[in-house]
C-alpha cells in the first residue's frame, strides 16, 4: 500500500524529521541502466481522466513530482525496444515533491524516458521541466528509478486531481476489485410493472458486493451498490469520480454472463439483462486517454 506523504509539501519545505527518511542518492551512469526499457514521455493530447489517474496510482510503488535538472541522449543501439520517431534520454532530476511511497526517496533521481522527435529528429530540451512520475525504485541502485507509466508535466490542475485520487484511495482500501458477476435473479412484483432484480459480483478478496435494482409503476427505475453482507434496498449509486464508481464503472462486463442467470425462464432474463443495461447507461464510460 502506498504511503501517503502529508499535505504534499515539497521537499525543502519540510520539517528535519521528514528529511530523515530521505536516503542520500547518486546518479547512475552505467551502460546496464541503458539498457532497460523505459516509459515514454506522454505527448500532448486528450486530458487526462479519472480513470487515467486511479489506474496510475494503484500500480505505482512510487508517485513523486520532479524538476529535470540534466538529460543526455541514449544511442540507439543501447535502447532496446526503442520506437521509430523517438529518442530514449537519461535523465537527471530534482525531486520537488514526494506525494506517495512505499519507500524513501533522495533529492536527485535518475531515470530513462522516451520521448517523441521533433521534425528536425531532435529530442526535445527538458531541462528546468517538473514532471509527474510513476515509478518504482531499481533494485541496488540507490536514487535510480523505472518509469511504470508515462511521465507526466506537472501543474497545478493535475497536481490537485492526483493528490484527490491517492486520498480517494487511502479512504477507500477495503474496496475489492471487482473480477466478474457470479449470480443474477430478478422477481416480478405484485403490480404491473414492479420488479426487484439482484446481481452478486465476484471480487478480487471475496468480499460480497451487490446491485439491487428496483422498479416501481409510474417511477424511474432506482439502483445501488451495497458493499457488504447485507442486501439494502436504500442503496445508492456511487457518486461520479469515486473509488466506489471506478470499481464499477471500469470493471463491470458489457453483458450479463449466461451462467450467472439462477432463472431458466425468458421473461426473468430479459428484465434482469434490461436492468443491467440501465446500470451500465448510469453509470456511464470508463474513459482512459492514456491507452
Given at each position: 500500500m502506498l504511503r501517503i506523504i502529508p499535505n504534499f509539501r515539497p521537499l525543502h519545505d519540510v520539517g528535519v524529521a521528514a528529511l530523515a527518511l530521505i536516503v542520500p542518492c547518486t546518479i547512475l551512469a552505467q551502460d546496464p541502466v541503458f539498457a532497460q526499457e523505459s516509459a515514454p514521455v506522454a505527448e500532448?493530447?486528450?486530458?487526462?481522466?479519472?480513470?487515467d489517474l486511479v489506474g496510475l496510482v494503484e500500480r505505482s510503488p512510487l508517485i513523486a513530482i520532479v524538476e529535470i535538472a540534466d538529460q543526455a541522449r541514449v544511442k540507439a543501439e543501447r535502447a532496446p525496444g526503442l520506437e521509430p520517431g523517438h529518442a530514449r534520454l537519461y535523465l537527471e532530476a530534482k525531486t520537488t515533491a514526494l506525494?506517495?511511497?512505499?519507500?524513501?526517496?533522495?533529492?536527485?533521481?535518475?531515470?530513462l524516458a522516451d520521448v517523441p522527435l521533433d521534425a528536425k529528429e531532435k529530442a526535445p530540451k527538458l531541462k528546468k521541466q517538473r514532471f509527474i512520475l510513476f515509478a518504482s525504485p531499481v533494485a541496488g541502485q540507490p536514487g535510480s528509478l523505472q518509469l511504470v507509466a508515462p511521465q507526466l508535466p506537472?501543474?497545478?490542475?493535475?497536481?490537485?486531481?492526483?493528490?484527490?485520487?491517492?486520498?480517494?484511495?487511502?479512504?477507500?482500501?477495503?474496496?475489492?476489485?471487482?473480477?466478474?458477476i457470479r449470480d443474477v435473479i430478478s422477481i416480478p412484483g405484485n403490480l404491473a410493472g414492479e420488479s426487484?432484480?439482484?446481481?452478486?459480483?465476484?471480487?478480487?478478496?471475496?468480499?460480497?458486493?451487490?446491485l439491487s435494482i428496483i422498479r416501481r409503476p409510474g417511477q424511474p427505475p432506482r439502483w445501488?451498490?451495497?458493499?457488504?453482507?447485507?442486501?439494502?434496498?436504500?442503496?445508492?449509486?456511487?457518486?461520479?469520480e469515486t473509488i466506489?464508481?471506478?470499481?464499477?464503472?471500469?470493471?463491470?462486463?458489457?453483458?450479463?454472463?449466461?451462467?450467472?442467470?439462477?432463472?431458466?425462464?425468458?421473461?426473468?432474463?430479459?428484465?434482469?439483462?434490461?436492468d443491467y443495461a440501465f446500470i451500465l447507461q448510469d453509470l456511464g464510460p470508463c474513459e482512459h486517454s492514456l491507452g
Open positions: 500532448a493530447g486528450p486530458r487526462v481522466t479519472y480513470a506525494l506517495a511511497s512505499r519507500t524513501p526517496l533522495g533529492e536527485s533521481v535518475a531515470y506537472a501543474g497545478p490542475e493535475i497536481e490537485a486531481r492526483l493528490r484527490t485520487v491517492i486520498a480517494q484511495l487511502a479512504e477507500a482500501d477495503p474496496l475489492p476489485s471487482i473480477k466478474g426487484e432484480t439482484q446481481m452478486f459480483l465476484d471480487t478480487s478478496n471475496g468480499a460480497p458486493v451487490s445501488g451498490v451495497s458493499w457488504s453482507e447485507i442486501v439494502d434496498q436504500s442503496a445508492r449509486p456511487p457518486e461520479p466506489e464508481w471506478y470499481r464499477l464503472a471500469c470493471s463491470l462486463p458489457p453483458e450479463l454472463p449466461e451462467d450467472a442467470f439462477l432463472q431458466n425462464d425468458r421473461a426473468s432474463r430479459a428484465r434482469a439483462q434490461e
